[in-house]
């Protein structure tokens, strides 16, 4: 998949590409049997994620942090689709103790869980510590899910053995993990305000996201878990993501306008992953545009991934 089919919307060898978007990938499938849980599904790709979803019969469970937002889109979802199936949790990935109490009430509702989507996201923040100590971009990004996604596991290894239905865990990643810091993962730094760039850190973030999709399928196909853990970038589409980079973006997009997708094609590399039957058993792999993708040399060391893993429990462990 190159500039050409990124441009022109060609198909790449899954029969989409940029052009496609979320309803199409997912025409004739009948996700009527799943419940997905979708993070940041109030505005955005996650929104337009969880409509498709549910357009597809999926029991959708909208995890964000503005209620007031994720109910207004629950309203729409089942006004547009009466059979829409969808519920409203809070989550602040911020915060590990939200995350912990928005997996601990998921589990109390007895559902089971077949597809996580690790959607939420914040981009280009001034610099920030969470309320646990750690830097804004990290901590949403990629520390909040790696922690809901560990609490959540057992709950997703349980559905797919009663159920024999593949789980699949899919995070959402960016073009931008080309562009973080020099050693990739600041480990022994990763609060320094000093050398703190919002554009670096955000790359950061992204990087991680596919470290972490890539050592989580690692450990779950050596448990032999009928679970899957990919990681996306889903295109460039403006939304509420630029908020701390309005005018820049909006520059941007005059001179790139070529480059950008609206929302239902977004999403759509999202919802191919997670519901598409030929992806059957592909995991710890790396999709643009509907299509897989190479990342960086970074995002594919294992070593690196190993050690992110290590460095991600510790911090959780630090911040009980
Ligand atoms: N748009 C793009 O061009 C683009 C490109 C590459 C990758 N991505 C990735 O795609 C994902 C979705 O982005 P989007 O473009 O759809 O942006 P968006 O419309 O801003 O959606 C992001 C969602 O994440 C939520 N969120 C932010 N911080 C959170 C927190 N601490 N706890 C819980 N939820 C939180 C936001 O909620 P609030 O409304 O409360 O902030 C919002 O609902 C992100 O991971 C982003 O990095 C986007």
């Known amino acids: 998949m190159g500039l050409f089919s990124l441009v022109t919307g060609w198909p790449g060898p899954s029969g989409f590409g940029s052009a496609s978007t979320a309803e199409q990938v997912t025409d004739g499938v009948d996700a009527a049997h799943l419940t997905a849980i979708i993070t940041g599904g109030a505005?955005?790709?996650?929104?337009e994620t969880a409509r498709v979803f549910a357009l597809r019969g999926a029991h959708v469970?909208?995890?964000?942090?503005n209620m007031e937002a994720a109910n207004n889109v629950k309203e729409l979802l089942v006004k547009s689709n009466p059979k829409a199936h969808v519920d409203v949790l809070q989550l602040d990935l911020s915060s590990l103790k939200s995350v912990r109490a928005f997996a601990d009430k998921f589990i109390s509702m007895n559902l089971p869980l077949n597809i996580l989507i690790n959607n939420a996201g914040v981009m280009f923040c001034p610099y920030q510590l969470s309320e646990d100590g750690i830097e804004m971009q990290f901590a949403t990004n990629h520390l909040g899910h790696f922690s809901l996604t560990n609490l959540l596991l057992e709950k997703m290894k349980e559905t797919s053995r009663s159920t024999g239905i593949e789980g699949r865990?899919?995070?959402?990643?960016?073009i931008?993990?080309?562009?973080?810091?020099?050693?990739?993962?600041?480990?022994?730094?990763?609060?320094?305000?000093r050398g703190y760039s919002d554009k670096k850190a955000y790359g950061q973030s992204k990087l991680a996201n596919i470290l972490h999709a890539n050592e989580l399928s690692r450990r779950l196909k050596e448990e032999g878990a009928n679970i899957t853990a990919n990681s996306v970038h889903p295109g460039l589409i403006m939304t509420n993501l630029m908020r701390h980079s309005f005018l820049l973006m909006r520059i941007l997009k005059v001179f790139t306008c070529i480059f950008w997708?609206?929302?239902p094609q977004g999403a759509a590399t999202t919802c191919y992953v997670a519901l598409h039957p030929t992806l059957k058993g592909v995991t710890g792999k790396y999709f643009?545009?509907?299509?897989?993708?190479?990342p960086s040399a970074l995002a594919r060391e294992e070593t690196l991934a190993k050690k992110l893993w290590d460095f991600s429990e510790n911090l959780v462990k630090s911040a009980k």
């Open 43 to 47: 505005s955005g790709i996650g929104a």
């Open 61 to 65: 469970i909208i995890a964000a942090r």
């Open 169 to 174: 865990i899919v995070n959402l990643s960016s």
């Open 176 to 193: 931008a993990h080309l562009h973080t810091y020099e050693e990739g993962i600041l480990f022994d730094k990763l609060n320094d305000r």
């Open 261 to 263: 997708k609206n929302v």
């Open 288 to 294: 643009l545009d509907c299509n897989e993708e190479k």
